[in-house]
């Protein structure tokens, strides 16, 4: 029989090499607008940025439960500049030439805060909203709503596959109608 104190050493070494290594595990590559778009410049890629606050529910599922997925993370990292933002930071925000703030932020208020200006001109209304850009920035839609990896999958899919810059309605549907989801 081994003595209580070797028992215990090899007790607690295949405990810890059980579990799981967390640093190894892949994230998504996240950064500012500003990071991308100058990212764009070297590589040109479309952007997908996760607009959100810090009291939304739904964001926060999204970033526990979505963003978390090992499919989702690859084909975010593989094909886009992932961005993320806070809609009501006071972070001023250099785009298309224009520098957006949150004149109406308050420090230290808990809840809700004032809108930040690029949030409206991205045409975000709700939260979570994840905003598509093309390799030029140029916005080509803002998609509210809580997303599972299957479903997040058809738009970041079909923004990469199948958009081109314009895109008939009839096509749009067409794509939904018939996408199998592969992300689980």
């Not at 579990?19 to 952007?47: C, F, G």
């Not at 599922?61 to 990292?77: A, K, P, W």
């Amino acid at each position: 029989m081994l003595p209580f104190s070797k028992f215990t050493g090899i007790f607690l070494l295949l405990v810890t090499l059980s579990q799981p290594t967390y640093a190894q595990e892949a994230k998504v590559n996240w950064m500012s607008l500003e990071e991308a778009i100058a990212a764009q410049q070297d590589e040109p890629r479309k952007i997908v940025m996760d607009v959100y606050t810090q009291w939304c529910g739904p964001c926060k599922m999204m970033m526990s439960r979505t963003f978390t997925n090992q499919q989702v993370i690859d084909y975010i990292n593989g094909n886009y500049y992932a961005v993320k933002f806070d809609a009501e930071s006071a972070n001023p925000v250099q785009f298309k030439g224009k520098t957006f703030s949150n004149p109406g932020w308050k420090q230290n208020v808990r809840g809700r805060n004032s809108t930040h200006e690029l949030s409206r001109a991205l045409g975000v209304n709700a939260y979570p909203t994840l905003v598509y850009m093309d390799e030029n920035a140029d916005i080509i839609a803002p998609i509210s709503g809580y997303k599972t990896p299957p479903q997040l999958e058809m738009y970041l899919k079909f923004f990469v596959d199948k958009y081109n810059g314009d895109v008939a309605q009839e096509e749009w549907e067409e794509y939904r109608d018939n996408f199998q989801p592969t992300f689980r």
